[in-house]
Nanobody
Framework: QVQLVESGGGLVQAGGSLRLSCAAS????????MGWYRQAPGKQREVVAT???????NYPDSVKGRFTISRGNAKNTVYLQMNSLNTEATAVYYC?????????????????WGQGTQVTVSS
């Protein structure tokens, strides 16, 4: 089965940096769009950064210039470098990807989510 596994979350002081990683594994034929989302307590999940297979990136204004998304050479990993973190970044961060994988005996494009990794920024 296809799955996404995140790592790299933790506790950091305001102004610090963290790097999140996400690896896709399983019976994968192709990965297109990948992204990072976050959900703070009591708030809706929001997009943090996205990247296409060709490397085009997009960020909301709230993180632009401080966060950088990138993909590994094998294209099945995605990273999120977060700099100049503030307390508003405290949230559970989720990896997301559009993957053509084996579902039963059929190739299918589906959107997958990781289990989430906690990022806590202290003041």
């Amino acid at each position: 089965q296809v799955q996404l596994v995140e790592s790299g979350g933790g506790l950091v002081q305001a102004g610090g940096s963290l790097r999140l990683s996400c690896a896709a594994s399983g019976s994968i034929f192709s990965i297109n769009f990948m992204g990072w989302y976050r959900q703070a307590p009591g708030k809706q999940r929001e997009v943090v950064a996205t990247i296409t297979r060709g490397g085009s990136t997009n960020y909301p204004d709230s993180v632009k210039g401080r966060f950088t998304i990138s993909r590994g050479n094998a294209k099945n990993t995605v990273y999120l470098q977060m700099n100049s973190l503030n307390t508003e970044a405290t949230a559970v961060y989720y990896c997301n990807a559009d993957i053509e994988g084996l579902v039963g005996v059929t190739k299918k494009w589906l959107t997958y989510w990781g289990q989430g990794t906690q990022v806590t920024v202290s003041s």
